[in-house]
């Protein structure tokens, strides 16, 4: 098996590539507006396009802590001023220690604090939001669910009638929390791939500012977007890494790039295309994940697997997960599988196409929605870790039957750009932080913003 994977990843860039690769998805830009039916007498000059990313000092993040709460309850660590930001008045003192209770009924926001002062019964109409502002942002400020919080909090009822919680805060504040959740536990040795990992993060947070609007805040504090923890994840190593690249960027064309990273490539980084439905970017381009001492991300337990599902598991999880990820089912739903098959791959020998042919039809498969398919044998909720994979499919010996599919695989998630299990193999034999930005990220500069 691992002898057949490292064949298939070191020949993705040649023979994949001559055969099966499917082209990268073509990108239409959307047509200009109009021009008005009546021009004004005197047109106001263009506004000119900004040539690069700039900021005036160190931007603020709205990061979504939960969205769709029924009930919460916080408690300010050092006091508060609380305020209702869409109506007039002033702020009320909320002490520390002091419980305020939040729910959501009819429609608004109820707020119940402590019985003898003004937060005693709160009312909010949707769309008013409750601001909990402490002294200093940075500092520990908040408890929820047992955890200590920085920031500023905003509670309202979204449109689904139920609550969002958001912290707003400096970016560099928000990044600290950021940094130990996704690149892991460092040591003194490992600093560098802690600082690549942090100017990664800081480079992903702008180039998305705004992309959850439509929800109240800038990025999930999820693996949607980043991960980002309460004051207990913090790690003094992965804050010095914050601390130490304060302010710089990656960027191209003097703009924040889209700082895409995973867990483990498996030896070879995915392009842009291939883990979503987006047009090509130059520095999201597929590379070896290898130095002279072998690849990078040898070390992650991920670096090789293997799945075997009973044939009819896997057929069940496309019959469950599938329809709603858009894979188009045979008219009589999924039937017994009789086979298997990788009909494309792409440029980094990931699986394009995976076509499922069982007893009442093909199922095609396509390779944005592969993993959130097939799932992981006996772990419903888990997608499968990576695309880079082989298939068989073993048989009864005497009927033919299928029985079980095997894939034999290796990386975990997406696998474009920094792989962080590489990262830490880099900083291991010694590459500083630019320097393994500059391997995943190619062409990327980094410099300081603010």
């Known amino acids: 098996m691992r002898r057949g994977l490292r064949a298939l990843v070191a020949g993705a860039g040649l023979a994949l590539a001559a055969s099966s690769c499917a082209p990268p998805p073509r990108h239409t830009p959307p047509a200009p507006p109009p021009a008005p039916a009546t021009a004004?007498?005197?047109?106001a000059p263009p506004v000119p396009s900004p040539a690069r990313f700039t900021t005036e000092g160190e931007p603020w993040i709205?990061?979504?802590?939960?969205?769709?709460l029924d009930t919460l309850t916080l408690v300010p660590v050092s006091g508060a001023r609380v305020r209702a930001l869409g109506l007039r008045g002033g702020s009320h003192a909320l002490p520390a220690g002091a419980a305020l209770a939040l729910r959501a009924a009819e429609g608004a926001l109820r707020a119940r604090g402590p019985a003898d002062g003004p937060l005693a019964d709160l009312r909010l109409p949707s769309p008013d939001t409750l601001a909990l502002e402490p002294r200093d942002a940075r500092a520990a400020a908040?408890?929820?669910?047992?955890?200590?919080?920085?920031?500023?909090?905003?509670?309202f009822v979204n449109a689904r009638g139920r609550i969002t919680l958001v912290a707003r805060m400096p970016l560099e504040t928000y990044l600290c929390g950021v940094v130990p959740g996704e690149i892991g536990a460092l040591a003194d040795d490992l600093l560098e791939a802690g600082r690549a990992q942090a100017i990664a993060a800081r480079s992903f947070t702008l180039f998305y500012l705004g992309r959850r609007a439509a929800e109240g805040f800038d990025l999930f504090a999820s693996v949607e977007d980043q991960v980002y923890g309460p004051v207990e994840s913090e790690r003094p190593l992965a804050t010095r890494c914050v601390t130490s690249t304060a302010g710089e960027v990656a960027l191209?064309?003097?703009?924040?790039?889209?700082?895409?990273?995973?867990?483990?490539?498996?030896?070879?980084?995915?392009?842009?295309?291939?883990?979503?439905?987006?047009?090509?970017?130059?520095?999201?381009?597929?590379?070896?994940?290898?130095?002279?001492?072998?690849?990078?991300?040898a070390a992650s337990p991920h670096f090789r697997w293997r799945e075997t599902w009973p044939a009819a598991e896997l057929a069940a999880n496309l019959a469950r997960f599938g329809p709603p990820l858009g894979v188009r089912l045979p008219p009589g739903g999924v039937g017994e599988i009789v086979d298997v098959r990788v009909t494309a791959r792409s440029r980094s020998g990931r699986v394009w196409r995976l076509a499922v042919e069982t007893t009442t039809g093909t199922v095609e498969v396509?390779?944005?929605?592969?993993?959130?398919?097939?799932?992981?044998?006996?772990?419903?909720?888990?997608i499968?870790?990576?695309?880079?994979?082989?298939?068989?499919?073993?048989?009864?010996?005497?009927?033919?039957?299928?029985?079980?599919?095997?894939a034999s695989g290796g990386g975990n998630g997406h696998g474009a750009g920094l792989c962080q299990t590489g990262a830490l193999g880099m900083a291991r034999a010694?590459?500083?932080?630019?320097?393994?930005?500059?391997?995943?990220?190619?062409?990327?500069?980094v410099e300081r913003l603010y």
Not at 62 to 68: E, H, K, P
Not at 268 to 284: G, T
Not at 366 to 382: K, N, S
Not at 384 to 406: G, Q
């Open 40 to 43: 004004p007498a005197t047109p």
């Open 62 to 68: 709205a990061v979504g802590l939960a969205t769709d």
């Open 142 to 155: 908040f408890a929820w669910r047992g955890k200590t919080w920085r920031g500023e909090l905003r509670a």
């Open 252 to 297: 191209s064309g003097g703009w924040p790039i889209r700082a895409n990273y995973s867990s483990t490539c498996g030896g070879i980084s995915a392009e842009v295309w291939e883990a979503w439905p987006e047009p090509p970017r130059p520095y999201l381009v597929s590379a070896r994940d290898a130095g002279p001492s072998g690849d990078h991300c």
């Open 366 to 382: 396509h390779a944005h929605v592969l993993r959130q398919a097939l799932r992981r044998p006996g772990r419903p909720g888990a």
């Open 384 to 406: 499968l870790r990576s695309n880079l994979f082989k298939i068989d499919v073993r048989r009864d010996p005497r009927t033919r039957r299928a029985l079980e599919v095997v």
């Open 430 to 445: 010694g590459r500083d932080a630019r320097a393994i930005l500059a391997h995943y990220y190619a062409g990327a500069s």
